[in-house]
């Protein structure tokens, strides 16, 4: 629809030239490394050879003494050598390792509050009080419950602004509105993605900051547009979201679902295996 096939052609063009001359550079590094290394190594070879034969012929060597440390050198530099060819290697693997630690020891912003219990069984009745939220201020709990609002001055705007609704248990809620609205907001601060800078988020009249993440989550189930399956039977994706469903569970599971239509239609039914598309 966009029309830009020669657009794209020309870029994927000029990033594989780029590509193209990097690996031309490493190759021609890599053949003038390698066999200078190897000289070296005949080299030192020589010298020690030329080097003992004048101290063997002087007396203050004797003949095994200088094939023995002709031997030794060569079990020595074997492996020094191979170490050098492996390098790069293992450059590579220090960079990739720097950015996998990175990420490990990234801290998230949202965190269970000191003293946070687990939610236990719930309603389902979700309360907005009086929340004000904006991206860029949302901490990671160390916001307390009713903390003043802040404005739009000296940051990014306010998404909401002293919000309060309430969605009550075994309803259907739709929220409609354009994009950028804020409905993905909405429902990240009851997933507790992100923490309000003021007011309070509340499941059953308890705020949310005040139990656990794990346990709030459990409580919420998710069914995007655009499903994730795993690379696996059907059963096996329905009990990932409780690892010890029974099977009787897991068939009123996609009973309520309404998948059991399309899932007679396989050709294993349950024992079909799925993944993306």
Not at 141 to 162: K, M, W
Not at 228 to 248: C, K
Request: glycine share 14%.
């Amino acid at each position: 629809a966009f029309t830009r096939e020669d657009y794209e052609a020309k870029r994927f063009h000029e990033k594989l030239l780029v590509m193209f001359q990097k690996s031309i550079d490493r190759s021609r590094i890599g053949a003038i490394m390698f066999p200078a290394i190897g000289f070296l190594g005949f080299a030192s070879s020589i010298v020690v050879l030329w080097y003992g034969g004048h101290q063997v012929a002087a007396g203050e060597l004797t003949q095994g003494q200088l094939v023995a440390f002709l031997l030794y050198m060569g079990m020595v530099a074997g492996p020094v050598g191979g170490l050098a060819s492996q390098w790069t290697g293992i450059q590579q693997a220090f960079g990739a390792a720097d950015r996998i630690f990175a990420l490990l020891d990234t801290e998230p912003d949202v965190r269970d509050l000191p003293g946070a219990v687990p939610i236990g069984p719930v309603r389902g009745e979700i309360e907005f009080d009086a929340v004000s939220f904006k991206y860029g201020e949302a901490g990671g709990g160390a916001q307390g419950a009713g903390a003043p609002g802040r404005g739009a001055e000296g940051g990014s705007p306010l998404i909401f602004e002293s919000l309060s609704t309430v969605f009550s248990e075994g309803k259907t809620t739709a929220l409609v509105g354009p994009s950028g609205a804020g409905k993905t907001t909405l429902v990240n601060l009851v997933g507790r993605f992100y923490d309000p800078i003021g007011g309070r988020v509340c499941v059953d009249q308890r705020d949310i900051r005040e139990v656990t993440l794990r346990s709030l989550r459990e409580q919420i189930a998710v069914v995007p547009q655009e499903p994730i399956l795993f690379g696996d039977t059907i059963r096996e994706n329905i009990r990932y979201g409780r690892l010890d469903a029974t099977q009787a569970e897991i068939e009123d599971a996609a009973r309520a679902a309404n998948a059991t239509e399309f899932i007679s239609r396989m050709p294993k039914g349950m024992e079909t295996i799925v993944g993306e598309r």
